[in-house]
């Protein structure tokens, strides 16, 4: 599967890091399953798919309030990034965004743009030998509002020097591009790992 980019010029590409860089989300949800069970709260894996681009905080708060739990944010947030950083040998990376990350390594400068912890990220982009790749990391921590706030955008591209307007977007959220366009970016969506994987021929 090739990406269709807009139209450019770009002087700058933003990227997400957990499902558009790095195929993390099946492995993520792997993670987060375990270390909910031992609160006995469940986690329905559409429902992880559509919270996409959330940091980790915001989503234990939020089913916290719907399951009327009231599991420690901190705690099961680290033993879920202890539970991922276990599985990332599994880890592979999205090839269709890799090839553009090549293309344009060292032509543009790039940022990670992510609702991820900045632990979490660097150690997916070290597993792929990736993180070398890029000029900025902005991570969950760094910023006050989440996707679909632009404002991580909008911060990654002034640590760029860059205007919003000439950077682009790759995203796999709704909410992610949600917030690239309030940013004023072009931003292209990478499909699900469902959707990536090419038909098998019988």
């Known amino acids: 599967m090739k990406l269709k980019l807009p139209n450019g010029p770009f002087s700058a590409y933003l990227f997400d890091c957990d499902g558009t860089i790095v195929d993390s989300m099946p492995l993520h949800y792997l993670a987060w399953k375990k270390a909910l069970a031992e609160w006995n709260c469940t986690f329905d894996e559409e429902l992880f798919y559509a919270w996409g681009g959330t940091p980790v905080a915001e989503i234990i708060s939020s089913?916290?309030?719907?399951?009327?739990?009231?599991?420690?944010?901190?705690?099961?947030?680290?033993?879920?990034?202890?539970?991922?950083?276990?599985?990332?040998?599994?880890?592979?990376?999205?090839?269709?965004?890799?090839?553009?990350?090549?293309?344009?390594?060292g032509r543009i400068p790039f940022a990670v743009v992510s609702g991820s912890t900045r632990e979490s990220v660097t150690a997916s982009l070290v597993s792929l030998d990736l993180l070398d790749r890029f000029d900025t990391l902005v991570c969950a921590g760094e910023y006050q509002k989440s996707k679909p706030n632009p404002e991580a955008f909008l911060l990654a591209a002034a640590k760029l020097r860059v205007a919003p307007e000439n950077c682009l977007v790759f995203e796999d959220t709704e909410l992610g591009i949600q917030a690239a366009t309030a940013a004023g970016m072009a931003s292209v969506k990478i499909p699900p790992p469902w959707e990536r994987v090419a038909p098998q021929r019988t």
């Open 63 to 105: 089913l916290n309030e719907r399951q009327g739990l009231r599991m420690p944010v901190e705690s099961v947030s680290a033993r879920k990034e202890g539970f991922y950083l276990e599985l990332l040998p599994e880890l592979k990376a999205v090839p269709e965004v890799v090839e553009h990350i090549e293309d344009q390594h």
